[in-house]
């Protein structure tokens, strides 16, 4: 019976398994004593596969015990007892209580060296439990480290097809993901995901987190599409195989969430958002560190969506907990002050945003190193901050920067690589250097088209800062043709007409008009603008950004007005 409950686990069927050892227990206990080796064992057994179902709570309550009574009755050192520690550590780990875990997997592992023995399968998943941690805890060197080494002893000890190397495989490909070595994590990921599917069947678990890991590495490297229809079939799968509130299930509706959202479907990000993030809180509960993530992807959409208030309100609270819980230089927090920094800049808070961005950036330097993924965003968000603030020179220099960086680290086609482009070509604009802008911005154009699609947003902001340097090119019939039948049709399609962007685009349609002089053209759509600026929850969740639109379209309408009236004046006659 205990090798039948033990199979089932090790396939994934979890339900059964938890059945068939719970009888066991209830039998033995007609046999032995409560703190029998066989009870505990028992016990340890129902433990992992409640930790393996998510029910966090009740596998720290069985752990605990079963960890007591083995010190108490095998000794500390006992290889039983060894486990117990382990298992007990990953289950901290699971409730995101990564420093206890820590300390205690450590002296697991040190037991575990002593008495087994370097290469003894216990020991290597001790090994590979502490990576994990490190991993969580930001501190990705030494998980790599770590991986490779559990990894090496693996391949002797069980071979290079072993169920426990694919694992062990995985994490080192998320670690790779998370160190911004993306092209690593792919190649990778993808073995492992076609050994696992082998060794272990499409639907097991283990599986599943593989290709949730490899779902997760194809967005990191820009290749939305296939990211999309890993996470929609890993999500599919979870449902069917864990159960729709599983912990595995909730990541993979905020992993989806988060694909969407960097696909600008942020309707849909939302939606799903909204869904999984009060199940986070009860399954997780309100602090750890899965419900954080999942409060501030929610908060990176209100951004994109322009609901800057709201954004602002939940990158707030999430930087403050995450600075309680996992500390100032956690990756994570980092994220939290990058979030927050970006919310500053789109609500016109440059001074505000270059100081958080300046600060995020060298913390990333730190933590990340120079030529990471996370320091080139800062990099980038600082940037744009400074041509905000006007200071052209500043902003030409660092994204000149960052564009030679993106390309060599990400490559040329990345969407990160694209953005700082684009960048560029806007600086350029702001700078005069309408010929330079165009040329770039049409190749910015032409790349976001290929990779993001048409009516992404990002393709959609190419399409208007082209529009705007025909217009200061004199090129008003290029620009009204962009502009208009392209960029506010499909703004106002996909992001909606209250969108700050739509707003945007608006305006510079308007002046494009005027540069054609159809000034009745141009008032009508002014007079648009005006109305939608006057809406009172827009008025209130753009209170630092709308008034200067709003004042510079009445200025405009009355302009307008007095020069339809002077076209349409009689002439007089001698």
């Not at 209170?543 to 302009?559: D, F, R, W, Y």
Request: proline share 3%.
């Amino acid at each position: 019976m205990s090798n039948l409950a033990s199979m089932y686990s090790s396939m994934g069927r979890y339900n059964e398994a938890e059945v068939l050892e719970k009888e066991m227990l209830h039998l033995q206990r007609t046999v032995f004593e409560e703190q029998h080796p066989q009870i505990l064992t028992s016990k340890s057994n129902i433990g992992l596969t409640y930790s393996s179902m998510g029910k966090y709570k009740e596998a720290q309550c069985l752990g605990t015990e079963v960890l007591e009574l083995r010190q108490t009755v095998l000794g500390e050192q006992h290889p039983h007892t060894i486990i117990s520690m382990s298992n007990l550590a990953n289950i901290f780990s699971k409730m995101g209580r990564y420093k206890k875990a820590e300390v205690l997997q450590k002296e697991a592992l040190q037991f575990s060296q002593t008495v087994l023995g370097e290469q003894h399968p216990s020991t290597l998943n001790c090994m590979s439990s502490l990576a994990s941690i490190y991993f969580h805890l930001g501190r990705y060197k030494e998980a790599e480290v770590l991986e490779k080494e559990t990894l090496n002893f693996c391949k002797i000890v069980l071979g290079d097809q072993h169920p426990d190397a694919v694992t062990y495989m995985s994490n080192l490909a998320c670690t790779y993901s998370y160190m911004g070595r993306y092209d690593e994590a792919g190649a990778l990921g993808n073995e492992v995901l076609q050994l696992s599917k082998m060794a272990l069947g499409i639907q097991h678990p283990k599986t599943l987190k593989c290709m949730s890991n490899f779902a997760l590495t194809c967005k990191n490297l820009g290749r939305y599409n296939d990211a999309e229809v890993w996470g929609k079939k890993v999500l599919q799968l979870r449902r069917t195989v864990l159960g729709k509130q599983h912990p595995d299930t909730l990541v993979s509706m905020s992993n989806l969430a988060d694909t969407y959202s960097c696909t600008g479907r942020y309707a849909e990000a939302e939606v799903l958002q909204s869904e999984v993030l009060p199940l986070f809180k009860a399954v997780f509960g309100e602090q750890h560190p899965h419900t954080l993530t999942c409060m501030s992807n929610l908060g990176i959409t209100y951004r994109k969506q322009g609901r800057y208030n709201e954004a602002e309100e939940l990158e707030m609270e999430v930087l403050q907990l995450r600075k309680t819980i996992l500390g100032e230089q956690h990756p994570d927090t980092l994220a939290s002050l990058f979030n927050l920094a970006n919310t500053y800049s789109c609500t016109g808070k440059y001074t505000e945003a270059e100081v958080l961005g300046a600060e995020v950036l060298q913390l990333c330097k730190v933590v990340f190193g120079d030529q990471h993924p996370h320091t080139l965003h800062c990099r980038s968000s600082l940037s744009l901050t400074y041509l905000k603030l006007g200071r052209y020179n500043e902003a030409e220099v660092l994204t000149k920067e960052i564009v030679e960086l993106c390309s060599t680290v990400l490559g040329g086609q990345h969407p990160d690589t694209l953005t700082s482009m684009s960048n560029l070509a806007f600086t350029y604009s702001e700078q005069g250097r309408y010929n330079k802008a165009e040329d770039l911005g049409k190749e910015v154009l032409q790349q976001r088209r290929i990779v993001l699609g048409e009516q992404h947003p990002d393709t959609l902001t190419s399409m208007s800062h082209l529009a705007l340097t025909y217009s200061e090119l004199g090129r008003n019939q290029d620009a009204e043709l962009l502009a208009k039948e392209e960029v506010l049709q499909l703004s106002k399609l996909k992001l909606g007409n209250q969108h700050l962007h739509t707003l945007k685009c608006m305006s510079n349609l308007a002046l494009t008009y005027t540069g054609l002089r159809k000034y009745n053209d141009a008032s009508v759509l002014m007079k648009e603008l005006l109305k939608l600026c006057q809406h009172p929850g827009l008025k209130e969740e753009h209170s630092g950004l709308l008034p200067p639109i709003s004042t510079a379209a009445q200025s405009a309408v009355e302009v307008l007005e007095l020069a339809l009236q002077h076209l349409n004046a009689p002439t007089s006659t001698t």
